[in-house]
């Protein structure tokens, strides 16, 4: 047998392993619970920024620092639930605006054509021969309302306002960024405050990256994004740029421009989650980790 391979263990033997590490568990019975609900491997993302040789990754020996209580990986695994819950309810109200903004807006300056979204006289023509773009048309014709309007027509295609609707966020945004008119970009971008597309398409692409971790259960508190945030309204975040404090900002300005009472939601939604971290050494974890400062959310 490979000396490498590990093998799978029980709750007994997890407990085992994290006292023997160092970890203090206070309540063994609870610690149980925790692991059988939430997962020995998936708490150890959790774990690892209490462990000696954080942020090393290769060659660990997962020793942890004097003190480490497990409640500390518990505490932050629920921050991180309760952010991923907040951010998927407001990025939704902005994932709903933005496509009804390009739905509307491109509608009504092609109104002529109900299809222009397959026209390669308005949209590029290489996306409009993508693969992901060719299944989103495909997929959207399943869905009940896009078939029924086919049917009765007979024809190919539905009505931008009625096929898009079942587009992905991604696909709608490839959409806009496919758009040939210059113009036309520029009015959408106007609308959430910018000038250039280009900068609100580095806007809306993070809120995009940030949807996908939320939506796959990434862990959220040390997101390390691949694409830095640019400079734009909200000004130049520094190295915050690729933490997720900075799609936090981002988010948090894009759903001013679409209302500012959700705005002031979602600030309150996540200082209600750092009040519920009672341990300064939780909170000291995930402001070094996330760029947040409690004090300016």
């Given at each position: 047998?490979?000396?490498?391979?590990?093998?799978?263990?029980?709750?007994?033997?997890?407990?085992?392993?994290?006292?023997e590490?160092?970890?203090?568990?206070?309540?063994v019975?609870?610690?149980?619970?925790?692991?059988?609900?939430?997962?020995?491997?998936?708490?150890?993302?959790?774990?690892?920024?209490?462990?000696?040789?954080?942020?090393?990754?290769?060659?660990?020996?997962?020793?942890?620092?004097?003190?480490?209580?497990?409640?500390?990986?518990?505490?932050?695994?629920?921050?991180?639930?309760?952010?991923?819950?907040?951010?998927?309810?407001?990025?939704?109200?902005?994932?709903?605006?933005?496509?009804?903004?390009?739905?509307?807006?491109?509608?009504?300056?092609?109104?002529?054509?109900?299809?222009?979204?397959?026209?390669?006289?308005?949209?590029?023509?290489?996306?409009?021969?993508?693969?992901?773009?060719?299944?989103?048309?495909?997929?959207?014709?399943?869905?009940?309302?896009?078939?029924?309007?086919?049917?009765?027509?007979?024809?190919?295609?539905?009505?931008?306002?009625k096929?898009?609707?079942?587009?992905?966020?991604?696909?709608?945004?490839?959409?806009?960024?496919?758009?040939?008119?210059?113009?036309?970009?520029?009015?959408?971008?106007?609308?959430?405050?910018?000038?250039?597309?280009?900068?609100?398409?580095?806007?809306?692409?993070?809120?995009?990256?940030?949807?996908?971790?939320?939506?796959?259960?990434?862990?959220?508190?040390?997101?390390?994004?691949?694409?830095a945030?640019?400079?734009?309204?909200i000004?130049?975040?520094?190295?915050?740029?690729?933490?997720?404090?900075?799609?936090?900002?981002?988010?948090?300005?894009?759903?001013?421009?679409?209302?500012?009472?959700?705005?002031?939601?979602?600030?309150?939604?996540?200082?209600?989650?750092?009040?519920?971290?009672?341990?300064n050494?939780?909170?000291?974890?995930?402001?070094?980790?996330?760029?947040?400062?409690?004090?300016?959310?």
């Open positions: 047998m490979n000396k490498e391979l590990k093998l799978a263990t029980n709750i007994d033997e997890q407990i085992t392993k994290l006292v590490r160092g970890m203090v568990i206070d309540n019975e609870k610690a149980k619970e925790n692991l059988l609900d939430i997962g020995y491997f998936r708490l150890g993302f959790y774990w690892f920024p209490f462990e000696k040789s954080y942020p090393r990754k290769r060659n660990r020996d997962h020793i942890f620092k004097d003190g480490v209580k497990f409640e500390y990986a518990i505490q932050l695994y629920y921050f991180d639930f309760d952010l991923r819950n907040s951010f998927l309810r407001y990025i939704s109200r902005i994932e709903i605006n933005f496509r009804t903004k390009l739905i509307y807006m491109a509608s009504n300056k092609y109104r002529e054509d109900p299809f222009w979204y397959v026209n390669s006289r308005y949209v590029d023509k290489s996306f409009l021969n993508s693969k992901a773009f060719l299944d989103a048309i495909h997929d959207a014709k399943n869905e009940s309302v896009v078939k029924q309007d086919l049917d009765r027509y007979g024809r190919s295609y539905a009505p931008a306002w096929i898009i609707e079942y587009f992905s966020f991604g696909v709608v945004i490839s959409l806009f960024e496919n758009l040939k008119d210059g113009g036309l970009k520029h009015d959408i971008s106007k609308a959430y405050g910018m000038e250039s597309s280009t900068q609100f398409s580095n806007y809306i692409n993070t809120i995009r990256r940030l949807r996908n971790y939320c939506a796959h259960g990434k862990v959220l508190f040390d997101t390390n994004l691949p694409v945030i640019s400079n734009g309204p000004g130049n975040l520094g190295n915050r740029k690729t933490m997720l404090s900075g799609a936090y900002y981002v988010l948090k300005y894009i759903l001013g421009c679409i209302s500012i009472n959700r705005q002031n939601e979602l600030v309150a939604s996540i200082r209600k989650a750092f009040s519920e971290v009672d341990s050494i939780v909170k000291m974890i995930i402001c070094d980790n996330s760029g947040f400062d409690i004090e300016s959310l």
